[in-house]
């Protein structure tokens, strides 16, 4: 089955506080988690997609090695 939705990154910025970025289908999306409830706060675009996945790959080339 294909996910449509993944975390790809999450960082806690407090004891209930949060930030995602996650992938829905193409799209890139940074999202604030707090008790206040969740926010998107940005659309990642193209450039960040790139740079992203180029970090990612060379990553996982180096966890191979």
Avoid: P, W
Avoid at 30 to 48: C, K, P, R, T, W
């Amino acid at each position: 089955s294909v996910k449509n939705i993944r975390i790809l990154e999450q960082i806690r910025l407090g004891t209930d506080q949060r930030l995602l970025l996650m992938k829905l289908r193409e799209r890139v999306f940074l999202i604030g988690v707090s008790q206040a409830g969740i926010q998107m706060l940005a659309e990642l675009g193209e450039d960040f997609k790139g740079e992203y996945e180029a970090h990612i790959g060379k990553e996982q080339e180096e966890e191979n090695e």
